[in-house]
């Protein structure tokens, strides 16, 4: 579904989904900070969690009506 057709509660629902998923990251990225060996997995798994975090502030932004100027 295109971001631009989903009504606010579908946003809502995609954003804590979406916040769910960046915790979880948080905690494998903190687990594989105690072994160096998988630092290519951390660096992985950080780009993903950046991503995650532009996607929620997009949705979220969706969520503010525009204000005229």
């Given at each position: 579904?295109?971001?631009?057709?989903?009504t606010?509660?579908?946003?809502?629902?995609?954003?804590?989904?979406?916040?769910a998923?960046?915790?979880?990251?948080?905690?494998?990225?903190?687990?594989?900070?105690?072994?160096?060996?998988?630092?290519?997995?951390?660096?992985?798994?950080?780009?993903?969690?950046?991503?995650?975090?532009?996607?929620?502030?997009?949705?979220?932004?969706?969520?503010?009506?525009?204000?005229?100027?």
């Amino acid at each position: 579904m295109a971001m631009e057709t989903m009504t606010p509660a579908e946003i809502s629902q995609r954003t804590a989904e979406l916040r769910a998923e960046h915790r979880s990251l948080d905690e494998r990225i903190a687990k594989l900070a105690a072994n160096p060996d998988d630092d290519l997995e951390a660096k992985r798994l950080k780009r993903r969690k950046l991503q995650l975090k532009d996607c929620i502030a997009r949705l979220e932004s969706m969520l503010i009506p525009d204000e005229p100027a």
